[in-house]
Structure formats: structure tokens, C-alpha cells
């Protein structure tokens, strides 16, 4: 079993940063992709980032060049920059793991609760 728990979430004005965090603990050497998903209101789940284990990265179009995904694989900590933050980035942003291996799964093995991230215009 993996547990995730995310953190970081909150208020931001449009333009700003927030850096989410996933922490991880559990049977983690098994998890070959990480991921963040974030579902707005009204709206369906939508992959945002993901990693493969440090190797491979995938970002969804509208927050390439603004959002980073890395990993500090000693804290077991996954991580999600981002930067230049627009009113339509509000969303509870969840962290996921996969087992598999495609880097774009829409059916990870693991969840996390979720955290808010709400940027005001």
C-alpha cells in the first residue's frame, strides 16, 4: 500500500506561484509514474504533470512552460511548480502513483485527498 498526502494549496492572486507537495510513504519503490490531476468545478479530472521516474515528463498544453514537476526521491516528495498562476488553474489539485508505466495513465493505483488551490483575477 502507498499512501500520498498532499500540501500547499491555498489563495493566490492571478500571477503568482504556489509549489504543491506530495509525500509519500508506504511500498513506494513499486510506483513508476507520479502525477498531478486537478478537477475543477463542473469539470472533469484532467492530468496536469506527470513523472516517470525522473526520467520521463509529460505536462498537459495549457500549463506547459509555467507549471514543474520534479521529485526529491530522499524526502519521497513529489513536487509541483507553478508559476504565472491564472484564474482558471482553480482547482483541488491531487496527487497520484502508478505502478505501470505510461506516463499518462488516467487510472493511477493511488490518490491522495487532494489539496485546494483557488487563484483570484
Known amino acids: 500500500q502507498v499512501q500520498l498526502v498532499e500540501s500547499g494549496g491555498g489563495l493566490v492572486q492571478a500571477g503568482g506561484s504556489l509549489r504543491l507537495s506530495c509525500a509519500a510513504s508506504g511500498t513506494i519503490f513499486s510506483l513508476n509514474v507520479m502525477s498531478w490531476y486537478r478537477q475543477a468545478p463542473g469539470k472533469e479530472r484532467e492530468l496536469v504533470a506527470a513523472d516517470r521516474r525522473g526520467v520521463i515528463t509529460y505536462y498537459a498544453g495549457s500549463v506547459k512552460g509555467r507549471f514543474t514537476i520534479s521529485r526529491d526521491n530522499d524526502k519521497n516528495t513529489l513536487y509541483l511548480q507553478m508559476n504565472s498562476l491564472k484564474p482558471e488553474d482553480t482547482a483541488i489539485y491531487y496527487c497520484?502513483?502508478?505502478?505501470?508505466?505510461?506516463?499518462?495513465?488516467?487510472?493511477?493505483?493511488?490518490w491522495g485527498q487532494g489539496t485546494q488551490v483557488t487563484v483570484s483575477s
Open positions: 497520484a502513483a502508478s505502478t505501470g508505466l505510461v506516463l499518462t495513465t488516467t487510472s493511477p493505483d493511488y
